[in-house]
């Protein structure tokens, strides 16, 4: 059983916006710190974004911030991302990460919960 499912990955124009959704399956969400990472081929996985336990801090990659909010609505038990102004150097498969923590750690190594990630394209 995959512990978290992404979804909402599709193709978009360069200057669109996609908006992201992960969902946990058989872990308490408020428990985690959450992450998304993502892959383009040939590449290493990459930190994106965090948020902490409550929602109250967030982090980003530099090469998205000011485009990409991460969110989180614990009640719902759902992780998002809106990326907007997309870019075709944001084409990737973006994963969702969970960790045991109240901030988010910003290493893959030190996350323990993946999703099969979802595929962004973004045409120019």
């Known amino acids: 059983q995959v512990p978290l499912v992404e979804s909402g990955g599709r193709l978009v124009q360069a200057g669109g916006s996609v908006k992201l959704s992960c969902v946990p399956s058989g872990l308490i969400f408020s428990d985690l710190a959450m992450a998304w990472f993502r892959q383009a081929p040939g590449k290493e996985r990459e930190f994106v974004a965090g948020?902490?336990?409550?929602?109250?801090?967030?982090y980003y990659a530099d090469s998205v911030k000011g485009r990409f909010t991460v969110s989180r609505d614990n009640a719902k038990n759902t992780l998002y991302l809106q990326m907007d102004t997309l870019k075709p150097e944001d084409t990737a498969v973006y994963y969702c990460?969970?960790?045991?923590?109240?901030?988010?750690?910003?290493?893959?190594?030190?996350?323990?919960?993946w999703g099969q990630g979802t595929q962004v394209t973004v045409s120019s």
């Open positions: 990460a969970a960790e045991f923590s109240i901030l988010p750690p910003l290493s893959r190594d030190e996350y323990e919960h």
């Open positions: 948020i902490s336990r409550r929602g109250g801090a967030t």
